[in-house]
């Protein structure tokens, strides 16, 4: 398999999803998911993702559709579609597998997974969490990850319209 067929093998289906977790579990490995847009990627994600990654021996990235980043962020986004972004996310060495999910949160994926660690930023309190109870129902950890500060999709989209318009 060449390095562009690796990358696309990391991107699957939710269908996908029970023989690979079958896979990983049969090996024991400890699985580990987070979601998000990761519309730009920028330094920010990689230190979360590479911390998230850290936990465990999988990292699974839940990655919003196109129409769920679009409910979530406005009409203006995404940037990046979700085969782009889905590519990216899964070209990362420590990625896993990119799951993509058109729900407003990733709770029935998180069902789904049933991770060993689910990971969200620390602008997050833990209980507040999606998938919460399922991690807490398995003895399962719920962990927060710092920002980097001064890192945002937002701000990078700012900075452009920014010099677009010769603020």
Same mark, same amino acid.
């Given at each position: 398999?060449?390095?562009?067929?690796?990358?696309?093998?990391?991107?699957?289906?939710?269908?996908?999803?029970?023989?690979?977790?079958?896979?990983?579990?049969?090996?024991?490995?400890?699985?580990?998911?987070?979601?998000?847009?990761?519309?730009? %990627?920028?330094?920010?994600?990689?230190? /979360?993702?590479?911390?998230?990654?850290?936990?465990? $021996?999988? #990292? &699974?990235? !839940?990655?919003?559709?196109?129409?769920?980043?679009?409910?979530?962020?406005?009409?203006?986004?995404?940037?990046?579609?979700?085969?782009?972004?889905?590519?990216?996310?899964?070209?990362?060495?420590?990625?896993?597998?990119?799951? %993509?999910?058109?729900?407003?949160?990733? /709770?029935?994926?998180?069902?789904?997974?049933?991770? $060993?660690? #689910? &990971?969200? !930023?620390?602008?997050?309190?833990?209980?507040?969490?999606?998938?919460?109870?399922?991690?807490?129902?398995?003895?399962?950890?719920?962990?927060?990850?710092?920002?980097?500060?001064?890192?945002?999709?937002?701000?990078?989209?700012?900075?452009?319209?920014?010099?677009?318009?010769?603020?």
């Amino acid at each position: 398999m060449n390095q562009f067929e690796v990358i696309r093998s990391k991107i699957i289906t939710v269908n996908d999803l029970p023989s690979k977790l079958a896979y990983w579990r049969f090996k024991s490995m400890k699985i580990v998911f987070t979601n998000g847009c990761f519309d730009i %990627l920028h330094a920010g994600h990689i230190e /979360y993702l590479a911390k998230a990654a850290s936990e465990g $021996d999988i #990292l &699974i990235i !839940g990655l919003n559709t196109d129409q769920s980043v679009r409910k979530l962020k406005g009409m203006h986004r995404p940037i990046n579609d979700e085969n782009a972004r889905a590519l990216i996310m899964a070209s990362l060495s420590f990625v896993g597998a990119v799951v %993509l999910f058109d729900e407003d949160t990733p /709770y029935n994926l998180i069902k789904l997974i049933q991770p $060993d660690v #689910l &990971i969200k !930023g620390s602008d997050y309190n833990p209980e507040n969490i999606v998938g919460y109870d399922i991690l807490m129902a398995k003895k399962g950890e719920v962990k927060t990850i710092d920002f980097v500060p001064g890192y945002s999709t937002t701000a990078i989209e700012q900075k452009i319209f920014n010099n677009l318009s010769g603020k």
